[in-house]
């Protein structure tokens, strides 16, 4: 039953964050604004990105085990193309 309670609360947040980033996603390409909120809703944005990629799948961070250093140094170091 607990395990039951804790499948929906996570279905039910994963979905609150596809919700998110839609909005998110949204308000990025669709606004015209000055150069400087632009600018910082672009940056504001990446961050949130960078936090989505590293705890989407749990604690990315600070648990070694979670191949995330690996998928990291694949996207900023490995070439696209070979």
Request: proline share 2%; charged share 25%; with cysteine.
């Amino acid at each position: 039953m607990l395990h039951e309670r804790s499948e929906n609360a996570r279905k039910n947040i994963k979905g609150m964050i596809d919700k998110a980033w839609k909005k998110i996603n949204g308000k990025c390409f669709t606004t015209n604004q000055v150069p400087f909120l632009s600018s910082f809703s672009n940056t504001a944005t990446n961050m949130a990105r960078v936090a989505h990629s590293l705890y989407q799948d749990g604690d990315g961070f600070g648990d070694q085990e979670k191949g995330t250093r690996t998928h990291l140094l694949s996207l900023l170091f490995e070439p696209l193309v070979n």
